[in-house]
């Protein structure tokens, strides 16, 4: 079984940049595809961006196309959203999440292990 913990989130000034970070650990033998996703109070879950883990295929949404970065590092089994130029739309718990099949999807019923959430809060 996997394990995901998501850090980084916190308050910041609109315009400014965070980082989160998503930690894997336990059996990373079968890690196909990562991704974020956000929740905001009162909304359904939104997709952010996905990636798949051996490379080649990356996907974002319209709403953080060209502001935020998701990336990883293999060695580590970590994954990353670099978030630029933040809205206060952008104020969600965010969550990282592991599909374990092989498939990379930006639909939430397709990924199997979810982190705890981290809490993201842009201030205008």
């Known amino acids: 079984q996997v394990q995901l913990a998501e850090s980084g989130g916190g308050l910041v000034q609109a315009g400014g940049s965070l980082r989160l970070s998503c930690a894997a650990s336990g059996r990373t033998s079968n890690m196909y595809a990562m991704g974020w996703f956000r929740q905001a109070p009162g909304k359904e879950l939104e997709f952010v961006a996905t990636l798949k883990w051996d490379g080649g295929h990356v996907y974002y949404a319209d709403s953080v196309k060209g502001r935020f970065t998701i990336s990883r590092d293999m060695a580590k089994n970590m994954v990353y959203l670099q978030m630029n130029r933040l809205k206060p739309e952008d104020t969600a718990v965010y969550y990282c999440?592991?599909?374990?099949?092989?498939?990379?999807?930006?639909?939430?019923?397709?990924?199997?292990?979810w982190g705890q959430g981290t809490q993201v809060t842009v201030s205008s």
């Open positions: 999440a592991l599909d374990t099949s092989e498939g990379i999807s930006s639909l939430a019923r397709f990924y199997d292990v």
